[in-house]
């Protein structure tokens, strides 16, 4: 699956990102916790998350991680969007709740993006 | 490969600002890929180096990193002055914490620091002298 695709899926609006189309989701992470992220979460993953600010997008970076979906309809700060626009870092928002938004990216066949990945 | 130092940089690290938090390491990841650096190699060395400096935020008064690179290792030293910590055995244990609120909030605090930073290096060395400060020696090997 694209990211463009997993947009749709999603309902998400882009907030930061173009050519969506050309960038493969290997796996998904969920996750509040960035140190979670940064000790499960394998490289070339999405990451879905509720926290908003510029933590998710240096953690995003760091776990090369190839973007992120913020859940229940929240919305990057400006420190995050600034960044992840000099990273090219795609950023998109979903109104989903966390619990859907999986549910609805499992049942696609997408694969668990961690290391506790079974 | 050789251990000769071709690259050496100190950063500093300012204790409870959070806007800032994450720099150095954002700097470091540029740095060890732009020498070329493996990317596995890169990816464990800033993962280790993000946690490293959150805490330092998080906790100390102030903080100095040292990166030196070689074509063999990747070495970053961590020096702050700041509490330290009593007990470090304890302080490795994944999911002991004694973050406020404020830490969790910006998705930090949860105990997984420290025993990340060890899983993704190579040489770890910590050491502490309470009311001082702390020293963390990482080696990430190429």
């Known amino acids: 699956m694209n990211l463009k695709e997993l947009c749709g899926i999603l309902k998400c609006e882009v907030l930061v990102g173009e050519h969506l189309e050309d960038v493969e989701v290997e796996g998904v992470c969920a996750a ?60 998109l928002a979903s109104p989903l709740s966390m619990y859907e938004a999986c549910g609805r990216l499992w049942k696609e066949g997408l694969k668990i993006g961690s290391e506790l990945g079974g | 490969m050789s251990d000769e130092v071709l690259f050496f940089q100190e950063f500093y ?25 493996h990317p596995t190699v890169v990816r464990r060395a800033a993962i280790a180096c993000y946690e ?3 805490n330092v935020t998080m906790y100390a008064e102030r903080g100095t990193v040292r990166l ?34 404020e830490m969790r909030e910006i998705g930090f605090g949860a105990g997984m620091g420290l025993p990340n930073i060890k899983k993704n290096s190579d040489v770890f060395d910590l050491s502490s002298d309470v009311g001082k400060g702390t020293t963390l020696d990482i080696t990430i090997n190429a």
Do not use: C, W
């Open chain 1, 32 to 91: 509040d916790l960035m140190s979670d992220v940064l000790a499960f979460t394998n490289a070339g993953s999405v990451l879905l998350t509720g926290l908003s600010n510029v933590q998710s997008v240096i953690t995003t970076h760091v776990a090369e991680v190839i973007a992120v979906v913020y859940v229940r309809g929240k919305k990057p700060d400006a420190d995050a969007l600034k960044l992840a626009g000099q990273k090219g870092i795609p950023l």
């Open chain 2, 13 to 37: 690290i300012t204790g409870g600002d959070f806007s800032s938090a994450g720099t150095v390491s954002t700097e470091i990841k540029s740095i060890l890929k732009e020498i070329g650096f």
């Open chain 2, 68 to 101: 030196s690179a070689s074509p063999a290792a990747i070495k970053v030293q961590f020096e702050d002055r700041g509490p330290g910590i009593a007990d470090i055995s304890l302080a490795m244990q994944e999911g002991y914490s004694t973050a406020t609120p």
């Open chain 2, 52 to 54: 490293a400096e959150m």
